[in-house]
């Protein structure tokens, strides 16, 4: 069940979309957004080419959701980027558990499994994610699910469309069951979830993901994916272009 009711608005009507909100949860007189997962959180890619790293403190969806969300949030806000690149979920549940010690947060965006799912282990995977949900749970913030961003082109371990949208749908399915927001990148970046068995590969053209690297996101999918989160605590409707 979600923790926090919508929060930030007056009794607004069909004008005042209303989504996640900001809210202190642990009562420590700031608002705490931990954005823990993989490559893709910490930012690879975010620059020329698909290697490029720029500190954490600046790079990938973190830092640009804390800028967009700063201007809604009544007390200090802090968007912490805590992606790790080559993670896979199998270490990724006990560097949580630590995590969330240190960080004390209100929010959690778990996004992690493109590295499980490369090697096969799509329900693993999943399970682990579940597990991280309770981690969140457990340490009294609210967890919010990422799915996973296609990888296209010449990727060499390009993620099996029905793999990718095998594990995304899972991780809805879990989602729904608990009832935690679903922030998905991966609809973001194909203009669909990618359901019911309908594969929608990433197209190229769109030039939000290193062609022919595959994987990391360039500049501009770092900010389609911190705009999709944007709108998930926010309730705003989408201003994405086609």
Do not use: K
Not at 90 to 108: K, M
Not at 173 to 195: H, K, R
Not at 207 to 219: K, N, R, Y
């Amino acid at each position: 069940m979600w923790i926090a009711a919508c929060g930030g608005g007056g009794g607004g009507g069909a004008e005042e979309p209303q989504g996640l909100g900001l809210e202190d949860l642990n009562l420590d007189g700031r608002i705490v957004i931990l954005a823990f997962g993989d490559s893709i959180t910490r930012g690879v890619g975010d620059g020329p080419g698909a290697e490029s790293t720029p500190p954490a403190s600046v790079a990938g969806y973190p830092a640009r959701l804390q800028q967009l969300l700063t201007p809604r949030a009544t007390l200090p806000l802090v968007v912490v980027n805590d992606g790790r690149a080559g993670e896979r979920t199998t270490s990724g549940v006990s560097r949580l558990q630590r995590d969330l010690g240190t960080n004390s947060p209100d929010y959690v965006i778990l996004l992690e499994g493109a590295n499980d799912v490369q090697e096969g282990d799509v329900e693993g995977a999943a399970n682990r994610m579940q597990t991280m949900i309770d981690a969140v749970f457990g340490a009294g913030a609210q967890p919010l699910l990422g799915t996973i961003t296609p990888s296209c082109c010449a990727h060499r371990n390009a993620l099996n469309f029905g793999a990718e949208t095998g594990y995304n749908g899972r991780l809805r399915s879990i989602a729904a069951a608990d009832l935690v927001p679903v922030i998905d990148f991966y609809a973001a970046f194909t203009n669909g979830p990618g359901v019911n068995g309908e594969d929608l590969p990433y197209d190229q053209n769109l030039g939000l993901i290193h062609v022919p690297e595959g994987l990391h996101p360039t500049p501009a999918g770092y900010d389609l994916m911190a705009t999709a989160a944007w709108e998930v605590f926010t309730g705003a409707p989408s201003a994405r272009g086609g």
